[in-house]
């Protein structure tokens, strides 16, 4: 739903986006508009993120430049 998608992944329930200008993970419903059912902003956008996977409730995110891997917990993220 943004500018530079860079990367989705499928749990069977939903689907999954994120992007490196928004510095967002996003999740969709199964529709056939991919309907955006919420947005989670993840950390800042001096470091945007550049690929991310989901596993138990949390989103791993790697960032550009950063050499690391964040994890956040999706059921403490603020929802936009």
Known sequence: ???RPIGIYADGEYLWTA???TNSV???QLDKKLTVVVQYPIGDKTT???GFTILNNRVWVVSEGSGS???YNLRSLKEK
């Open 26 to 28: 996003y999740k969709h």
């Open 48 to 50: 945007p993120i550049s």
């Open 19 to 21: 992007d490196a200008d």
């Open 1 to 3: 739903p943004a500018a």
């Open 69 to 71: 891997a964040f994890c």
